[in-house]
């Protein structure tokens, strides 16, 4: 089967354009090096033994080359082709309609178009993105706030999404669970995990009623963190930069009508609102390319200081749980 890289659906493999959105199909598994058809689930070639294109990096020797070193150490990235990686991380919604019964199910089936939803039944966390793949919210919950989790977890989804694709346009290579291990280390270091619980926390808030925002599992890092002021504030601002991108699309499908629906939600579940988070939202943003080129050198950075053997086990660790999931 070939899948296609534009909305998703599986097509015959003789199949040259995909039956659900017309985009033309890439013929992989031919090897670039020797010509040698291959079955599809083959990751090297079976006559010459070379990696098959698209090429993903599947090891950390290979990931931490000093090639790659070169690449992210030069790399820049230009405000347009950076809108491109955007829209196509988002173009596969624009072939789905958003259904359901009420808007806590348009919602989850609108999360499911981009990465599987499953409902957790313990423990205390509303819910949690794993290893930047499937989204698990609590069903226990009220309908409100199970919407607000499920978006939550969601645009945490896009930030990781994000910094993976800006990584395989810089290695230009296609994704893999190697790659994802170095994605999922980084974004889960405590100074960016900062950035990306405020950046959940507000794209979140963009569409939930005002007053209901929620910024508690920010505060909590903020409570244990050991980084000065300007380094949260930058944080933030980092953070606040990708929620408005990622919110900037998002409208496009939750948009007035949905949103009122979530408002009627919030009211049949009789909740309140504190108010009390509201003053925590900022419209401070870096401009796009001084948040591209910093992002980047931030990315070289700890790239240099992961290639250890410490680090590499545990990314090793990362890696067998992506796989298993």
């Not at 992210?72 to 919604?93: G, H, W």
């Not at 978006?151 to 989804?157: D, G, K, P, Q, T």
């Not at 001084?290 to 992961?306: C, G, H, M, P, Q």
């Amino acid at each position: 089967m070939k899948i296609c890289d534009v909305c998703g659906t599986f097509n015959l493999k003789e199949n040259n354009y995909c039956t659900h959105c017309g985009n033309k199909l890439i013929t992989e598994h031919i090897c670039p090096y020797c010509g040698q058809p291959n079955l599809d689930y083959e990751t090297h070639c079976i006559r010459c033994k070379e990696q098959i294109n698209p090429i993903s990096i599947d090891d950390y020797d290979v990931l931490f080359s000093e090639f790659n070193e070169d690449l992210l150490s030069n790399a820049e990235i230009s405000d347009e082709d950076y809108n491109q990686l955007l829209t196509k991380i988002f173009l596969r919604a624009e072939y789905f309609r958003i259904y359901g019964n009420s808007a806590k199910e348009k919602i989850l089936n609108f999360a499911s178009i981009f990465t599987p939803c499953k409902p957790k039944s313990r423990g205390y966390e509303r819910g949690y993105i794993f290893l930047g793949n499937s989204i698990y919210y609590d069903d226990r919950l009220d309908d409100s706030v199970q919407i607000a989790t499920i978006i939550h977890e969601l645009a945490h989804y896009f930030l990781f999404t994000i910094i993976e694709s800006l990584l395989c346009e810089i290695f230009k290579v296609k994704t893999s669970s190697t790659l994802q291990s170095f994605v999922w280390y980084f974004i889960t270091l405590p100074e960016f995990k900062i950035m990306s619980e405020y950046c959940a926390h507000t794209v979140e808030g963009r569409f939930i009623p005002y007053g209901y925002q929620n910024y508690g599992s920010f505060n909590t890092l903020i409570e244990n963190t050991s980084l000065d002021n300007d380094s949260i504030e930058s944080m933030m601002m980092f953070g606040n930069t990708f929620a408005n991108e990622i919110i900037v699309y998002l409208e496009k499908y939750i948009d007035d009508s949905l949103r009122q629906e979530i408002k009627l939600q919030y009211k049949m579940d009789l909740k309140s609102p504190k108010n009390d988070s509201i003053f925590i939202e900022t419209n401070d943003c870096f401009p796009l390319n001084v948040k591209n080129s910093t992002i980047i050198r931030i990315l070289y950075d700890i790239f240099k200081e992961a290639n250890n053997s410490e680090t590499r086990n545990e990314l090793e660790v990362i890696k067998e749980g992506i796989e298993i999931n």
